[in-house]
Structure formats: structure tokens, C-alpha cells
């Protein structure tokens, strides 16, 4: 069997449910589970897979049975809603001595809420002890659905820090996406294998495919603003998803289903001259308007450090989105405002914007906004005045006389300096002004297509493979040229000899 399957596990309801595991060639394999069984006969490789029919929502647990030669049981299999949860560092952040696990919520609480983690060695219930390798990010989103919906909750997490999007596609794709956005080879990356093209999907994700899901919540971006892709992070997102929901089709043998996709819009502002975090952020906003069934949590109030400390908030947005897109509470406001039309004119620029809810608002109650900037054709931007006008806001600058383009929050913070979990910079709260009265900041945003300013300071740090070689081709070198100095040394010696004989013969 799959590893995926094991005591405690959560199924999907609501949609077919693949089960498969390898047997014997030719063997006869049955599973059985709330009233269902389906039979197979393996292929000549020993695979197999069934999928049984949509699940009702089940609280108290059942057994699946799996009969071939022998016979596996599960016990304690609830039905609910399943989450894949993924990402780098900021998805990878657990519970522990300074983010301790909340004391509210103990097992008898939260008994129908089960995780499948790092290593995929099983399915555990949560306790203070378990969460210790539980990402806080799923916890929160998780907990938060179950709260409301008061149904079992799976949440399967993989993650690992410092790692860019393309190395949570397959190679192929990733290779696909490469080529069509213009990324020179080697993705202006260092050349660690973690972040290969390909890897993470290996080595996390491919196991995990076709279990079934009702979607995916992600937490990345990061490793992609340092390694200047941050400008394609946009198209990228489509290749991503576009292979992921095709994987997770062609595996289960269903028709490719387009499922939700919700993820953080980072916060993080560091080193901004080498670094490309503004431009991945809004590359993340421009995604929403490209992709099928996404959507995006803002979370600016908990930057400008790379690990925002509370990660509570961030769970609880990304729950809005499902809640309000998949679970009908469509009253809710699930995002902040996200600009939808500009209109220029001399030296102003009144911009429109989706999600509004129930109105905007300066932050702090004040009657100008901050960090808003105009620029013209030479897309040198400048500080501007900016005030609500309704619904919208009206953007003005003495200095540009005929505005092209418009931004807000690129300058809002000043850039602090990269730090582990729990840095000092971590727990610093980001500047911003516009919000809607429902309590979430609107999105960061630029409507320049400008190549960032930080691709002219790539500087990568050669790997350890990359070390080798070249001081393997140094000493190459100085061994060549020391066999030149040699040969000339004994020619000149040589020569020597040939003129003390000819002076003899004389």
C-alpha cells in the first residue's frame, strides 16, 4: 500500500477517492470502506489502484480493508475535507519553545483533525506534543475550517525552506516553463540540489499524488524574489498549477479538476537592492487574473522581516478564502482591495479597486494616504499625495505631469535584515494605509513591466560542485603551465649542451 494510507486518515468526501499500492503481478486486490468494494487485478508491474465512488461526511471512525494475497486493515478512517499544504520556510514553521502549541486547543477538542507530515510516516491526531511537527500555517487554516464547519479535517504537509516554485513541479514542466518565459538555464540559481528543477516534487510531492483533495494552500515565493525570478512568478504560477492539477489527473485516471489553489502574498522586504520581493508580490497579485479557482491571502500587516512571527493571521486568511469560495459563506470578505482599473489624466491618477467591502479606509483614520508614488514615461517614480474618494483613490503628483504608472507600498518599509524563524526582524509590523473596513490591507501593487533593479547585482555564490571544479581547473592550469616551464627549461638546457659541443669541435 501507499504509504498516504494508514490508521487515523482522513478521506475526501464529496469526490472520487483513489486507493492504490503494489502487489504481486496478476494478483486480485479488493478494498472495502463504508459500504463500497472494488476489485482490480494488478498490472504485469505489480501497481494497482481503485477509487471508490464520492464519500458521505463521516465523524466516527470506520475500517478500509485491502484483501490480496493478504489483507490490510485501517482503522479509525474518518470523511472529511483534505488540504495539501505546501511551501517553503514560512509553511515549514512548527510549533515550539517560542511559538508553543495554543493550550485551547486540546485532543479532545480537536480529535477529528489528523496531519500528514514530514516523511509521510503516517496519519497523527494534534496535541501539544505532535504539533511539534506540524506547520502553524496549516494548523490555523485547518483548526479555522473546523471550527466552522464542525467535519473531520486532513491537512497533509510538505515543505522545505529556501526552496523556489520550480522545484515543486516535475522536471519536464518545469523545464516546459523555463523555455517559454525566457529563464536563462540554471534559473539564476545556485546550484544546490534542493532547488533543482524537479527535486521537491520528487523527493515530497510525488508520493502524495493522486490522494484526494479538495485543494492546496501554499506559502512561497521567497526563494524566488533572492534568485530574481520574481518578475515571471506570475506566468510561472500558471505552469505550476497548470502541472499540478494535470498530475494529480492523469494519476488518478478522473478528468483533470481544476481545484482551489489559495496562497499567501509574502510580506517580506530585505535587501531590496539585490533582492526582488516588491516585484514577486505584485507578480502575485497579477497571477489572480491568469489562473482558474486561486486566490490570494493578504498578510502585510506581519513583514517586513523573511519569518513573520505570527502565523495565526495567515491561516486565518487563507481559511476566509475557502470558506467564502468553497464552503458557500459567500458574505464573507476574504480579501483586501486589489486594484482593478487606473485612469490617467495631467498629473493624477484615480485608480479602482476590487474587494472594497464595506468601504475603504486609511488605516489610522487619516484623511491623506501613505506610500503611494506616480511616475511618467522615464518610469521615475515619485512621492504623491493620495485620499480616498469613495470607492476609489485619487493619486496626485505636482512632479509628473503626464503619470504612466502607479504604485504603492514598493518604499513602505525600510529593508531589514534576513533573519532565522523568530528574528528580531520577524516581529517588526510593516507599514501600509489603505484597507477596507473589514480589517485587511490592500495589496501591494505596480503597474510598471520594468526589469527589476536588482538583476543588475546578481551575484550567486558558486556551489560546492562549482568550487571543485573550478579549483580542479586552476590546478589544471598551473600543472599545463608548469609542464610548459619545464619543456622550456630543458630545451634552454639542451641547448646549452649543443653550443658547449659545437664550441669543442671549433
Same mark, same amino acid.
Given at each position: 500500500?501507499?504509504?498516504?494510507?494508514?490508521?487515523?486518515?482522513?478521506?475526501?468526501?464529496?469526490?472520487?477517492?483513489?486507493?492504490?499500492?503494489?502487489?504481486?503481478?496478476?494478483? +486480485?486486490?479488493?478494498?472495502?470502506?463504508?459500504?463500497?468494494?472494488?476489485?482490480?487485478?494488478?498490472?504485469?508491474?505489480?501497481?494497482?489502484?481503485?477509487?471508490?465512488?464520492?464519500?458521505?461526511?463521516?465523524?466516527?471512525?470506520?475500517?478500509?480493508?485491502?484483501?490480496?494475497?493478504n489483507?490490510?486493515?485501517?482503522?479509525?478512517?474518518?470523511v472529511?475535507?483534505?488540504? #495539501?499544504?505546501?511551501?517553503?520556510?514560512?509553511?515549514?514553521?512548527?510549533?515550539?519553545?517560542?511559538?508553543?502549541?495554543?493550550?485551547?486547543?486540546?485532543k479532545?477538542?480537536?480529535?477529528?483533525?489528523?496531519?500528514?507530515?514530514k516523511?509521510?510516516?503516517?496519519?497523527?491526531?494534534?496535541?501539544?506534543? *505532535?504539533?511539534k511537527?506540524?506547520?502553524?500555517?496549516?494548523?490555523?487554516?485547518?483548526?479555522?475550517?473546523?471550527?466552522?464547519?464542525?467535519?473531520?479535517?486532513?491537512?497533509?504537509?510538505? @515543505?522545505?525552506?529556501?526552496?523556489?516554485?520550480?522545484?515543486?513541479?516535475?522536471?519536464?514542466? $518545469?523545464e516546459?516553463?523555463?523555455?517559454?518565459?525566457n529563464?536563462?538555464?540554471?534559473?539564476?540559481?545556485?546550484?544546490?540540489?534542493q532547488?533543482?528543477?524537479?527535486? +521537491?516534487y520528487?523527493?515530497?510531492l510525488?508520493?502524495?499524488?493522486?490522494?484526494?483533495?479538495?485543494? $492546496?494552500?501554499?506559502?512561497?515565493?521567497?526563494?524566488?524574489a533572492?534568485?530574481?525570478?520574481?518578475?515571471?512568478?506570475?506566468?510561472?504560477? /500558471? !505552469?505550476?498549477?497548470?502541472?499540478?492539477?494535470?498530475?494529480?489527473g492523469?494519476? *488518478?485516471?478522473?478528468?483533470?479538476?481544476?481545484?482551489?489553489?489559495?496562497?499567501? +502574498?509574502?510580506?517580506?522586504?530585505? !535587501?531590496?537592492?539585490?533582492?526582488?520581493?516588491?516585484?514577486?508580490?505584485?507578480?502575485?497579485?497579477?497571477?489572480? &487574473?491568469?489562473?482558474?479557482?486561486?486566490?490570494?491571502?493578504?498578510?502585510?500587516?506581519?513583514?517586513?522581516?523573511?519569518?513573520?512571527?505570527?502565523?495565526?493571521? $495567515?491561516?486565518?486568511?487563507?481559511?476566509?478564502?475557502? #470558506?467564502?469560495?468553497?464552503?458557500?459563506?459567500?458574505?464573507?470578505?476574504?480579501?483586501?482591495?486589489?486594484?482593478?482599473?487606473?485612469?490617467?489624466?495631467?498629473?493624477?491618477?484615480?485608480?479602482?479597486?476590487? @474587494? /472594497?467591502?464595506?468601504?475603504? /479606509?486609511?488605516?489610522?483614520?487619516?484623511?491623506?494616504?501613505?506610500?503611494?508614488?506616480?511616475?511618467?514615461?522615464?518610469?521615475?517614480y515619485?512621492?504623491? &499625495?493620495?485620499?480616498?474618494?469613495?470607492?476609489?483613490?485619487?493619486?496626485?503628483?505636482?512632479?509628473?505631469?503626464?503619470?504612466?504608472? /502607479?504604485?504603492?507600498?514598493f518604499?513602505?518599509?525600510?529593508?531589514?535584515?534576513?533573519s532565522?524563524?523568530?528574528? $528580531?526582524?520577524?516581529?517588526?509590523?510593516?507599514n501600509? *494605509? #489603505?484597507?477596507?473596513?473589514?480589517?485587511?490591507?490592500?495589496?501591494?501593487?505596480?503597474?510598471?513591466?520594468?526589469?527589476?533593479?536588482?538583476?543588475?547585482?546578481?551575484?550567486?555564490k558558486? *556551489?560546492?560542485?562549482?568550487?571543485?571544479?573550478?579549483?580542479?581547473?586552476?590546478?589544471?592550469?598551473?600543472?599545463?603551465?608548469?609542464?610548459?616551464?619545464?619543456?622550456?627549461?630543458?630545451?634552454? +638546457?639542451?641547448?646549452?649542451?649543443?653550443?658547449?659541443?659545437s664550441?669543442? @669541435?671549433?
Amino acid at each position: 500500500m501507499s504509504k498516504m494510507f494508514g490508521d487515523g486518515m482522513v478521506l475526501q468526501r464529496e469526490l472520487p477517492v483513489p486507493v492504490w499500492g503494489q502487489a504481486d503481478p496478476g494478483e +486480485q486486490v479488493s478494498v472495502s470502506f463504508a459500504g463500497q468494494e472494488k476489485t482490480v487485478t494488478t498490472s504485469d508491474n505489480g501497481s494497482w489502484q481503485v477509487v471508490l465512488d464520492p464519500l458521505e461526511t463521516a465523524s466516527k471512525g470506520q475500517i478500509l480493508t485491502v484483501k490480496g494475497s493478504n489483507e490490510l486493515s485501517f482503522n479509525d478512517v474518518l470523511v472529511g475535507e483534505v488540504w #495539501l499544504c505546501a511551501g517553503q520556510s514560512n509553511m515549514a514553521g512548527r510549533f515550539g519553545d517560542k511559538s508553543p502549541f495554543p493550550a485551547k486547543y486540546d485532543k479532545k477538542k480537536i480529535s477529528r483533525m489528523r496531519y500528514n507530515g514530514k516523511g509521510n510516516k503516517g496519519w497523527d491526531s494534534i496535541d501539544e506534543k *505532535s504539533a511539534k511537527s506540524l506547520s502553524r500555517v496549516a494548523f490555523y487554516f485547518g483548526v479555522n475550517l473546523y471550527e466552522e464547519l464542525n467535519i473531520p479535517i486532513g491537512l497533509i504537509t510538505r @515543505h522545505n525552506g529556501g526552496t523556489p516554485m520550480q522545484a515543486w513541479m516535475n522536471a519536464d514542466d $518545469a523545464e516546459v516553463a523555463r523555455k517559454a518565459l525566457n529563464i536563462p538555464e540554471g534559473w539564476r540559481e545556485e546550484a544546490k540540489k534542493q532547488r533543482k528543477p524537479g527535486y +521537491q516534487y520528487n523527493d515530497k510531492l510525488k508520493e502524495v499524488i493522486p490522494y484526494a483533495i479538495r485543494g $492546496a494552500i501554499w506559502y512561497q515565493g521567497e526563494r524566488n524574489a533572492k534568485s530574481n525570478t520574481a518578475l515571471e512568478y506570475d506566468k510561472l504560477t /500558471v !505552469h505550476f498549477l497548470d502541472s499540478w492539477r494535470k498530475d494529480w489527473g492523469e494519476r *488518478s485516471g478522473l478528468e483533470t479538476r481544476k481545484f482551489p489553489f489559495y496562497y499567501i +502574498q509574502i510580506p517580506t522586504d530585505i !535587501h531590496l537592492r539585490n533582492y526582488e520581493f516588491p516585484w514577486v508580490r505584485d507578480r502575485q497579485r497579477r497571477a489572480l &487574473e491568469i489562473t482558474e479557482n486561486t486566490g490570494m491571502a493578504i498578510f502585510w500587516e506581519q513583514g517586513p522581516g523573511l519569518h513573520p512571527a505570527d502565523k495565526s493571521l $495567515a491561516g486565518k486568511r487563507l481559511a476566509l478564502l475557502a #470558506l467564502a469560495k468553497d464552503y458557500g459563506q459567500t458574505d464573507l470578505v476574504y480579501s483586501g482591495p486589489l486594484l482593478d482599473q487606473v485612469t490617467y489624466s495631467p498629473n493624477t491618477a484615480r485608480l479602482t479597486f476590487k @474587494h /472594497v467591502g464595506n468601504g475603504l /479606509v486609511e488605516r489610522k483614520g487619516e484623511k491623506s494616504l501613505k506610500y503611494f508614488e506616480l511616475a511618467g514615461d522615464d518610469v521615475k517614480y515619485h512621492p504623491a &499625495e493620495a485620499v480616498i474618494d469613495g470607492d476609489e483613490v485619487l493619486v496626485t503628483c505636482d512632479a509628473v505631469s503626464n503619470p504612466k504608472y /502607479v504604485r504603492y507600498l514598493f518604499n513602505a518599509n525600510p529593508p531589514v535584515k534576513e533573519s532565522k524563524e523568530g528574528g $528580531a526582524g520577524d516581529k517588526a509590523a510593516s507599514n501600509f *494605509s #489603505l484597507m477596507n473596513k473589514d480589517g485587511i490591507p490592500a495589496s501591494a501593487f505596480m503597474t510598471d513591466d520594468e526589469i527589476p533593479g536588482p538583476r543588475a547585482n546578481i551575484r550567486l555564490k558558486p *556551489s560546492k560542485e562549482e568550487k571543485a571544479a573550478r579549483k580542479a581547473k586552476q590546478q589544471a592550469q598551473k600543472e599545463k603551465k608548469d609542464l610548459r616551464e619545464t619543456q622550456k627549461d630543458n630545451k634552454a +638546457q639542451q641547448e646549452v649542451v649543443e653550443n658547449e659541443k659545437s664550441s669543442k @669541435h671549433s
